[in-house]
């Protein structure tokens, strides 16, 4: 199918783009910005006056729920939910059940997610063999049957001679490693952040060391091995000053964080609200403030969603009790506008950090796999499109969204920005009803 998407701004952050152009779309591609190839002719049109046109979001870190885990949401229902937030491609972690350390479950999933033609599945391969922390796994079979890097997910590797030996062996063949810096003999039962608000709550905490401590032996086993390593969700303060003076000293490393931390910090947590149980969890508002400066000075490369959907039942528990995680996909755009606009960050800069940045930390600027670039809107780029009203205002209601985990501590709250069209490979899998 060949469409016109016409009278759109176009913001395309790899590019520098930020114009009002019309885009072109053929065989599945972008075809043509501004003006028209020869002889083509549009099989439809869609008229994006006012509207924002960018390319398709990706985000680092969505929980599908599959395998082992369909009661609290299916596949089905989190692609569609991805679609509804402008997301065409995504990073799932390997912490389903079971893990994602054999071929062949990883091979189902990217299977199962390419039948539903939705957004675009990439899944990360267990590090550790069912992430006990204590054989490898095969990172090359892995690598072949579709991931695109290695972690433990939210598992803390104990052992860091064990780490050592994966870094070595990740530097070796090229494999990134993904890693959420805390240490689990220093988290070992703490629920909230190690701040006032615990106190006050009678709440058992984990303090910032958890994250420096963990932090520290990674930056080191990275220097040391020359593993790619990309640092997932950092909290604390003092972990990015930490990832701030590796980069000047040259490490090549990268860094994202979940949008709610931008937002949200201990004292949101109120009266034990459950859906602000998280993890890492919520720290000082100090530190949310050092996440949106590291954000605004590039210290922080990317923006995720961490979407974890949660089933009722086990969100409605006391808040030490309670499930981690909250729901987070259809709330990863306007979260992120939000942040821009209180901020005073340029709408170019703010997309960057959901579209070209996490684009070239998967290694999807340029797919070795399709021949195809993401996270841009370049000519001969996949037609991975956003399409969104940034001046229409919502207000974030459970049964409004499309996730079968309602879990998220912004019900209730009103939104600035919402997606009206997505395209995946050039085919419009979401537009308005």
């Given at each position: 199918?060949?469409?016109?998407?016409?009278?759109?701004?176009?913001?395309?952050?790899?590019?520098?783009?930020?114009?009002?152009?019309d885009v072109f779309i053929a065989d599945n591609k972008i075809a043509a910005l501004d003006r028209a190839p020869d002889g083509f002719q549009a099989d439809r049109t869609i008229d994006?006056?006012?509207?924002?046109?960018?390319?398709?979001?990706?985000?680092?870190?969505?929980?599908?729920?599959?395998?082992?885990?369909?009661?609290?949401?299916?596949?089905?229902?989190?692609?569609?939910?991805?679609?509804?937030?402008?997301?065409?491609?995504?990073?799932?972690?390997?912490?389903?059940?079971?893990?994602?350390?054999?071929?062949?479950?990883?091979?189902?999933?990217?299977?199962?997610?390419?039948?539903?033609?939705?957004?675009?599945?990439?899944?990360?391969?267990?590090?550790?063999?069912?992430?006990?922390?204590?054989?490898?796994?095969?990172?090359?079979?892995?690598?072949?049957?579709?991931?695109?890097?290695?972690?433990?997910?939210?598992?803390?590797?104990?052992?860091?001679?064990?780490?050592?030996?994966?870094?070595?062996?990740?530097?070796?063949?090229?494999?990134?490693?993904?890693?959420?810096?805390?240490?689990?003999?220093?988290?070992?039962?703490?629920?909230?952040?190690?701040?006032?608000?615990?106190?006050?709550?009678?709440?058992?905490?984990?303090?910032?060391?958890?994250?420096?401590?963990?932090?520290?032996?990674?930056?080191?086993?990275?220097?040391?091995?020359?593993?790619?390593?990309?640092?997932?969700?950092?909290?604390?303060?003092?972990?990015?000053?930490?990832?701030?003076?590796?980069?000047?000293?040259?490490?090549?490393?990268?860094?994202?964080?979940?949008?709610?931390?931008?937002?949200?910090?201990?004292?949101?947590?109120?009266?034990?609200?459950?859906?602000?149980?998280?993890?890492?969890?919520?720290?000082?508002?100090?530190?949310?403030?050092?996440?949106?400066?590291?954000?605004?000075?590039?210290?922080?490369?990317?923006?995720?969603?961490?979407?974890?959907?949660?089933?009722?039942?086990?969100?409605?528990?006391?808040?030490?009790?309670?499930?981690?995680?909250?729901?987070?996909?259809?709330?990863?755009?306007?979260?992120?506008?939000?942040?821009?606009?209180?901020?005073?960050?340029?709408?170019?800069?703010?997309?960057?950090?959901?579209?070209?940045?996490?684009?070239?930390?998967?290694?999807?600027?340029?797919?070795?796999?399709?021949?195809?670039?993401?996270?841009?809107?370049?000519?001969?780029?996949?037609?991975?499109?956003?399409?969104?009203?940034?001046?229409?205002?919502?207000?974030?209601?459970?049964?409004?969204?499309?996730?079968?985990?309602?879990?998220?501590?912004?019900?209730?709250?009103?939104?600035?920005?919402?997606?009206?069209?997505?395209?995946?490979?050039?085919?419009?899998?979401?537009?308005?009803?």
């Open positions: 199918m060949k469409l016109r998407i016409k009278n759109g701004r176009v913001i395309d952050p790899k590019n520098k783009v930020d114009a009002a152009r994006a006056s006012n509207l924002v046109v960018c390319p398709g979001l990706i985000d680092l870190s969505a929980r599908l729920r599959e395998p082992g885990f369909e009661y609290k949401a299916t596949l089905e229902s989190e692609m569609l939910a991805a679609v509804a937030g402008g997301v065409t491609s995504l990073v799932c972690p390997p912490d389903t059940d079971p893990p994602l350390d054999e071929p062949g479950l990883v091979e189902m999933l990217k299977h199962r997610a390419k039948s539903l033609n939705q957004a675009r599945v990439y899944p990360l391969g267990a590090l550790t063999q069912g992430l006990r922390g204590e054989r490898l796994t095969e990172m090359a079979e892995l690598t072949d049957a579709g991931c695109v890097a290695f972690s433990q997910a939210d598992v803390p590797l104990r052992d860091a001679a064990v780490l050592l030996r994966a870094m070595q062996y990740a530097a070796t063949f090229g494999f990134s490693v993904w890693l959420r810096p805390e240490n689990g003999s220093l988290a070992r039962g703490g629920v909230a952040h190690d701040g006032e608000v615990a106190t006050r709550l009678g709440l058992a905490t984990i303090p910032v060391c958890a994250e420096t401590v963990a932090l520290a032996t990674m930056l080191l086993l990275a220097r040391e091995t020359g593993a790619k390593l990309h640092l997932c969700r950092l909290s604390s303060a003092a972990g990015v000053e930490m990832i701030r003076v590796a980069k000047r000293d040259g490490l090549s490393i990268t860094c994202d964080i979940a949008i709610n931390h931008a937002h949200l910090c201990e004292n949101d947590i109120g009266f034990f609200d459950s859906n602000c149980h998280l993890s890492p969890p919520l720290r000082s508002a100090a530190d949310r403030d050092a996440l949106r400066a590291a954000l605004q000075d590039g210290t922080i490369d990317a923006i995720c969603s961490d979407h974890t959907p949660v089933d009722d039942d086990a969100k409605q528990l006391p808040f030490a009790e309670a499930e981690i995680g909250a729901t987070g996909l259809e709330l990863l755009l306007p979260l992120t506008l939000k942040w821009a606009r209180e901020s005073g960050i340029p709408l170019t800069t703010a997309l960057a950090k959901i579209t070209s940045e996490p684009a070239q930390i998967i290694g999807l600027a340029a797919d070795r796999a399709s021949g195809q670039s993401a996270g841009q809107l370049g000519v001969g780029a996949a037609a991975d499109i956003c399409i969104f009203d940034p001046a229409l205002r919502w207000k974030v209601e459970a049964k409004a969204l499309k996730s079968q985990g309602k879990n998220t501590p912004f019900i209730g709250q009103e939104m600035l920005g919402k997606v009206r069209y997505t395209l995946v490979n050039g085919e419009v899998v979401r537009e308005p009803a």
